[in-house]
């Protein structure tokens, strides 16, 4: 895997920030953990994942070591090396592990994947010039392009 570039780490940064700002002013459940942050989606303790952005509602799930079980919300910010993977095999892993929400963020093509697995398995696309309402707050609406 190649290093993340400056913009990779401008939207994680600002959207880790954005969804922490929006947890802690409307006091809604939930911890925001950008990578380095290992998941371990099935309750193995041995084997994790590291997503850009986890969100995690329920705090019985937080352990030292991370998180144990499906974090509620994904963000994964896609590079040229990664695409196989957040759009395949993670999107795959996340949804039958029960992840709620995941988001797979394009810079290359200025595009967020949104898939709603609590909502039937909804699917959208959006440009970094949308606001996209995140699924699982009531009032939390985020534009890509607000950060670059």
Partial sequence: MELPDRIHQEICFSLSRK??????????AGKVY????????????TTYVEPD???ICNKEKLIAEGCNGAPDWIVEVVSSTSQ???YFV?????????VREYWIVNPM?????????????NSMQFSFDDMIKAGIYDNLFIRISDFL
């Avoid at 993670?90 to 029960?98: C, D, V």
């Fill in 109 to 121: 093509k200025q595009t967020v994947q949104v898939y709603s697995f609590h909502a039937e398995g």
């Fill in 53 to 55: 952005i986890s969100v």
């Fill in 34 to 45: 950008p990578a380095p942050f290992a998941v371990f989606l099935n309750g193995d303790s």
């Fill in 90 to 98: 993670k999107l795959f892993r996340y949804r039958i592990a029960g």
């Fill in 84 to 86: 196989r993977m957040d």
């Fill in 19 to 28: 969804i922490a700002d929006y947890i802690d002013s409307h006091s809604a």
